[in-house]
């Protein structure tokens, strides 16, 4: 066990508990540990950005934590919102339906209903796959800053001929997902899977996760698959307004 991560998280958990901003001192002497460890717990903490100084050189947590906390919260409800959807989409289309939020540079399945065919696409919760290459992966991606694109600088693989491997290519498809509101797997990740997929925006209009289908490619071909976009789109957006997204 690292004493010294225990020791640098009860100094956070004291500081946002603690109604007002606290003294290295008045820590120490509350903590039991040595003046000189308390403050160089707090400046570790400063330097990742979960405290920070006063005007009086007290200290008092930053918003991180309550960012993080909102995340996994977020998380939660959206899997409890998203249910009912997902359920009339999978009866809908006869397809796997996923529920998937952004992880750095992957998309992890927070939630999945499987294809009642015995054809289908293979998948489980938790699991992982390439944001780039996946429909609901780039439906996110799409809606993503610069910076977070720039995660992906020299770590575009090829994993089918389909792959979108460039950054050029992958900047031209993310501008297209942004202006049509839905994203296409056209066997990017496995070469016989295919899906759509649209985004979920929570109140703040934040990319929180995106809802998608994916099936066999011999059975998903174009003309299904637009012909099951609206249901994808709309299902998505009746999601988000569930969390409380109103349109600009």
Known sequence: MDKTLLKGLEVLEALAMSEKPRGVSELAREMGLTRS??????????????????????????LKLFQLAGSVVARVDVKREAEPFMAALAAKTLETVHLSVLDDTDVIYLHKIDSPQPVRAYSTIAGRAPAYCVATGKALLAFQDEEYLERFRGR????????????????????????????????????????????????????LAALGISGPLERLKPARLKAFTPDVVDAARSISEALGYTAP
């Open 37 to 62: 460890n308390v403050h160089r717990t707090l400046k570790t903490l400063c330097a990742a950005g979960y405290a920070r100084q006063d005007g009086d050189g007290d200290y008092e947590c930053t």
């Open 156 to 207: 575009l693989q090829p994993h089918t001929p389909k792959t979108l491997a460039t950054a050029a290519a992958l900047r031209e498809e993310l501008a297209q997902v942004r202006e049509q509101g839905f994203a296409i797997n056209r066997g990017e990740w496995r070469e016989s899977v295919c899906g759509l997929a649209a985004p979920i925006f929570d109140a703040t209009r934040r990319p």
